[in-house]
């Protein structure tokens, strides 16, 4: 059985860290990546790792400040977030796929399992 859960959102000043992590069991994943969704917009495209070759891609506004990274052993993909910004304020997804459809790794429709989200809120 397929599973994606993220867990570790909460609330920060600016300038504070948190950790995501993404516990993603029951296949095994050509990649696995974070996206999310501030109130009002679209869902968009943070992080993204490829579980064969670890490489990895970030969204320009997060490249530098955010740090995806995986755990073999526990299934689990992280994301490491510094110098957190208001505008880094929404629901945090994590996504995986199984299978290389070709489509841009930063693409929604490449994935094809997906969590419920954990909030990140970051104040002024």
């Known amino acids: 059985q397929v599973q994606v859960v993220e867990s570790g959102g909460g609330l920060v000043q600016a300038g504070g860290s948190l950790r995501l992590s993404c516990a993603a069991s029951?296949?095994?994943?050509?990649?696995v990546g974070w996206f999310r969704q501030a109130p009002g917009k679209e869902r968009e495209f943070v992080a993204t790792?490829?579980?064969?070759?670890?490489?990895?891609y970030y969204a320009d506004s997060v490249k530098g400040r955010f740090t995806i990274s995986r755990d073999n052993a526990k299934n689990t993909v992280y994301l490491q977030m510094n110098s957190l910004k208001p505008e880094d304020t929404a629901v945090y997804y994590c996504?995986?796929?199984?299978?290389?459809?070709?489509?841009?790794?930063?693409?929604?429709?490449?994935?094809?399992?997906w969590g419920q989200g954990t909030q990140v809120t970051v104040s002024s």
């Open positions: 996504a995986a796929a199984d299978t290389n459809t070709g489509l841009g790794l930063d693409q929604l429709r490449t994935y094809d399992y």
């Open positions: 029951g296949r095994t994943f050509y990649v």
């Open positions: 790792i490829m579980w064969g070759t670890s490489l990895i």
